[in-house]
């Protein structure tokens, strides 16, 4: 057995929540271990409120548009969970896109790019990248752990 599920949310930061209790409803029902199940939750909550900040397209004015939208996906297949989140954005800048993007001095102090460093620390493979002209995606995944007896393990 296998879940996969894709949802088209608006920039408002109402959506972030939704999207987490989806992933953790699909994750339990599938019978994922909780740490893991937490893991994932938490980098796709940084990764959907990054969206919701920085996903929109700019105005003449230089100024986030109001309104827009935004993408989840996530797969949960075997072993492996994946996620993306795609946005409609002026994309991250060139030294954040690519398999891993470079440690730089005082990151951790920062206020902008924690929610990266943290997607990053909690999944196993992670990539930013850009589509030019149509905005960012942030794809990770995490192997999975099952419970016993869990639904998706068994297949």
Known sequence: MSIWWSLHLRREAASVPLARRLLLGAMETAG??????????????????NAVEHGGRTGGDGRSAEC???????YL?????????????PGFP????????????????RESGRGLC???ELADH??????????????FDKMLKFRDGALLHLS
Do not use: K, Q
């Open 32 to 49: 994922v271990d909780p740490d893991i199940s937490f893991d994932l939750s938490l980098a796709l909550s940084e990764a959907c409120a």
């Open 68 to 74: 827009g939208a935004y993408r989840v996906t996530a």
């Open 77 to 89: 297949d075997g072993d492996r969970c994946r996620i993306e989140v795609t946005d409609s954005g």
């Open 94 to 109: 060139p030294h954040a896109v690519g398999p891993r993007r470079p440690a730089w001095p005082g990151a951790v102090f």
């Open 118 to 120: 943290l997607i990053e």
């Open 126 to 139: 992670v990539r930013f990248r850009n589509r030019p002209g149509r905005g960012a995606v942030v794809s």
